[in-house]
């Protein structure tokens, strides 16, 4: 399994970016697809995610600007961030909980390697 993430870059306060983050391998069956960042000398924190068992989550501090969708043909997530905030500043991973195979029992945790989004002030 492989996730494969495009879109991150620097953009000034208030604009946008839109991520996307493509599942590819061996994918039987995808539950979760998102992304969490990790700024410098912080933990990583969720963003946002989206199941197919549990809908769509948000982190409070991205709600009402950042939206999450997912195209289930494709096995690829999309995150239009708007109203970017200097706070926004890291490194976006790609989250995906997927069963590889028709007889693997219990799904797994798989990660991009990252993406840099800058906001400048």
């Known amino acids: 399994v492989r996730l494969v993430e495009s879109g991150g870059g620097l953009v000034q306060a208030g604009g946008s970016l839109r991520l996307s983050c493509a599942a590819s391998?061996?994918?039987?069956?995808?539950?979760?697809l998102g992304w969490y960042r990790q700024a410098p000398g912080k933990e990583r924190e969720l963003v946002a995610t989206i199941s197919t068992d549990s809908g769509i989550n948000y982190a409070d501090s991205v709600k009402g600007r950042f939206t999450i969708s997912r195209d289930s043909a494709e096995n690829t997530a999309y995150l239009q961030m708007n109203s970017l905030k200097p706070e926004d500043t890291a490194v976006y991973y790609c989250?995906?909980?997927?069963?590889?195979?028709?007889?693997?029992?219990?799904?797994?945790?798989?990660w991009g390697q990252g993406t840099q989004v800058t906001v400048s002030s």
């Open positions: 989250y995906a909980k997927i069963k590889a195979y028709y007889y693997t029992r219990r799904y797994s945790d798989y």
């Open positions: 391998g061996s994918v039987y069956r995808l539950n979760t």
